[in-house]
């Protein structure tokens, strides 16, 4: 399991809360599908939308995962990154897609990269793992290390202890 930068966990968290509210309740795929060839169609015109889970909104369900290792390592740090290397990762499931990522890879290649990582974390939950940053989980953790100090502290029957005391007696009067 890869540790993944917060960043991305958010975004991958707001992606997927997106797609939820998109779909609605009952599903509307059809209404899904219109609005996702919306995004599409916009992108690939070239009309500037610079937001990460805009485009990997769009693009989430277009996207073939080529090489998950390396999209996993590049998850791991959130305003650094190669984006050529990120966009060689990953191939479209269709034409309409491809022009969409290209436009916005050559006009902003960091939002490109950030939307990609985004997609590929929030379709393959499993193969990352989010740290716990709450209080409680802090607390467990200080809980724990104070436990294995406690440990080392006490002294367990038959353990050599002769070096704590004083072994030249009562010659230091």
């Given at each position: 399991?890869?540790s993944i930068?917060?960043?991305?966990?958010?975004q991958?968290?707001?992606?997927?809360?997106?797609?939820?509210?998109?779909l609605?309740?009952?599903?509307?795929?059809?209404?899904?599908?219109r609005?996702?060839?919306?995004?599409i169609?916009?992108?690939a015109?070239?009309t500037?939308?610079?937001?990460v889970?805009?485009?990997?909104?769009?693009?989430?369900?277009?996207?073939?995962?080529?090489?998950?290792?390396?999209?996993?390592?590049?998850?791991?740090?959130?305003d650094?990154?190669?984006?050529?290397?990120?966009?060689?990762?990953?191939?479209?499931?269709?034409?309409?897609?491809?022009?969409?990522?290209?436009?916005?890879?050559?006009?902003?290649?960091?939002?490109?990269?950030?939307a990609?990582?985004?997609?590929?974390?929030?379709?393959?939950?499993k193969?990352?793992?989010?740290?716990?940053h709450?209080?409680?989980?802090?607390?467990?953790e200080?809980d724990?290390?104070?436990?294995v100090?406690?440990?080392?502290d006490?002294?367990?029957?038959g353990?050599?202890?002769?070096?704590?005391?004083?072994?030249?007696?009562?010659?230091?009067v």
């Open positions: 399991m890869k930068h917060p960043e991305f966990i958010y991958s968290r707001e992606l997927a809360a997106q797609i939820e509210d998109t609605g309740e009952p599903p509307d795929r059809r209404n899904y599908d609005v996702i060839d919306s995004l169609g916009e992108f015109k070239g500037e939308i610079d937001d889970n805009l485009l990997s909104f769009a693009l989430a369900n277009h996207l073939v995962f080529d090489d998950a290792p390396g999209l996993l390592a590049e998850g791991s740090q959130y650094k990154g190669d984006a050529a290397k990120v966009l060689k990762m990953v191939s479209c499931s269709n034409v309409e897609s491809g022009n969409a990522l290209s436009t916005v890879f050559t006009a902003n290649p960091e939002l490109a990269r950030k990609i990582i985004t997609a590929f974390l929030y379709k393959n939950p193969r990352w793992t989010d740290e716990d709450s209080l409680e989980a802090l607390q467990q200080e724990k290390e104070n436990n100090e406690d440990d080392e006490q002294i367990s029957h353990e050599d202890i002769e070096h704590l005391f004083d072994s030249r007696g009562d010659e230091n």
